[in-house]
């Protein structure tokens, strides 16, 4: 098992920033490749990046490219998201993911997180 523990979550103005971090514990999760997703209100949760377990394979939704950078730490288990530029529409709860698929980890991952809450005021 892997548990998974966002934090870093708030309420921010627009333009502004913050980094989420997910701390990981169990099993030896630095092999797996971590993800961030997120889910506003009335709507599906949607897949916003993802990282190799080598802090390679990095990819992003189009949404966020330029704005949101995914990074970790293996030797402090945790995986984070620097969010900048921040808009109202990035509001929604961020979810973070584990898989030992670099593919699955965009769709199905094995793990979540119970999530932190962004909110972006105009």
């Known amino acids: 098992q892997v548990q998974l523990l966002e934090s870093g979550g708030g309420l921010v103005q627009a333009g502004g920033s913050l980094r989420l971090s997910c701390a990981a514990s169990?099993?030896?999760?630095?092999?797996?490749?971590m993800g961030w997703f997120r889910q506003a209100p009335g709507k599906e949760r949607e897949f916003v990046a993802r990282?190799?377990?080598?802090?390679?394979?990095?990819a992003y939704a189009d949404f966020v490219k330029g704005r949101f950078t995914i990074s970790r730490d293996n030797a402090k288990n945790t995986v984070y998201l620097q969010m900048n530029s921040l808009r109202p529409e990035d509001t929604a709860v961020y979810y973070c993911?584990?898989?030992?698929?670099?593919?699955?980890?965009?769709?199905?991952?094995?793990?979540w997180g119970q999530g932190t809450q962004v909110t972006v005021s105009s």
């Open positions: 993911a584990a898989d030992q698929s670099i593919l699955d980890i965009l769709t199905t991952p094995d793990y």
């Open positions: 169990g099993r030896t999760v630095n092999v797996y490749a």
């Open positions: 990282i190799g377990w080598s802090g390679s394979r990095i």
